[in-house]
Protein backbone atom coordinates (compact mmCIF):
# COMPACT_ATOMS: atom_id res chain seq x y z
CA UNK A 1 0.00 0.00 0.00
CA UNK A 2 1.08 3.64 -1.05
CA UNK A 3 -0.29 6.73 0.78
CA UNK A 4 -0.11 9.97 -0.80
CA UNK A 5 -1.62 13.30 0.48
CA UNK A 6 -2.46 15.46 -2.43
CA UNK A 7 -3.07 19.42 -2.27
CA UNK A 8 -6.91 19.61 -3.76
CA UNK A 9 -8.61 23.50 -4.44
CA UNK A 10 -11.93 24.17 -5.01
CA UNK A 11 -13.29 22.06 -2.20
CA UNK A 12 -15.30 24.00 0.35
CA UNK A 13 -18.18 22.24 1.93
CA UNK A 14 -19.85 18.69 2.91
CA UNK A 15 -20.86 18.32 -0.75
CA UNK A 16 -16.69 18.18 -1.90
CA UNK A 17 -15.98 15.79 0.76
CA UNK A 18 -18.59 13.35 -0.06
CA UNK A 19 -18.12 13.73 -4.40
CA UNK A 20 -14.65 12.73 -3.55
CA UNK A 21 -14.51 10.64 -1.00
CA UNK A 22 -17.18 8.61 -2.81
CA UNK A 23 -15.58 8.91 -6.36
CA UNK A 24 -11.81 8.01 -5.17
CA UNK A 25 -13.20 5.44 -3.10
CA UNK A 26 -14.86 3.47 -5.50
CA UNK A 27 -11.60 3.07 -7.84
CA UNK A 28 -10.37 -0.26 -7.55
CA UNK A 29 -7.01 -0.36 -5.27
CA UNK A 30 -8.16 2.55 -3.37
CA UNK A 31 -8.20 1.28 0.67
CA UNK A 32 -9.33 5.00 2.50
CA UNK A 33 -9.72 7.97 1.38
CA UNK A 34 -10.11 11.36 3.89
CA UNK A 35 -10.59 14.85 2.99
CA UNK A 36 -9.52 17.79 5.66
CA UNK A 37 -11.77 20.50 3.82
CA UNK A 38 -9.96 23.21 6.22
CA UNK A 39 -6.57 22.27 4.92
CA UNK A 40 -7.47 21.61 0.88
CA UNK A 41 -6.09 18.18 1.49
CA UNK A 42 -6.68 14.72 0.57
CA UNK A 43 -4.94 11.05 2.19
CA UNK A 44 -5.25 8.08 -0.24
CA UNK A 45 -3.86 4.81 0.79
CA UNK A 46 -3.98 2.68 -2.57
CA UNK A 47 -2.47 0.00 -3.97
CA UNK A 48 -0.26 1.07 -6.93
CA UNK A 49 -0.69 -2.07 -8.44
CA UNK A 50 -4.19 -1.56 -9.29
CA UNK A 51 -4.75 2.09 -9.43
CA UNK A 52 -2.45 4.50 -10.55
CA UNK A 53 -1.75 8.09 -9.22
CA UNK A 54 -2.93 9.77 -12.54
CA UNK A 55 -5.82 7.47 -12.15
CA UNK A 56 -6.96 9.10 -8.66
CA UNK A 57 -5.98 12.75 -9.44
CA UNK A 58 -8.21 12.31 -12.87
CA UNK A 59 -11.01 11.13 -10.34
CA UNK A 60 -10.52 14.09 -7.99
CA UNK A 61 -9.96 17.05 -11.87
CA UNK A 62 -13.37 14.85 -13.27
CA UNK A 63 -15.31 15.84 -9.97
CA UNK A 64 -14.83 19.74 -10.89
CA UNK A 65 -11.51 20.19 -8.36
CA UNK A 66 -7.84 21.14 -8.92
CA UNK A 67 -5.01 18.87 -7.91
CA UNK A 68 -1.69 20.52 -7.40
Request: proline share 0%; aromatic share 2%.
Amino acid sequence: MEKVTLSVSGMSCGHCVKAIEGSVGKLAGVNNVAVDLENGKVDVNFDSEKVSLAEIKDTIDDQGYDVE
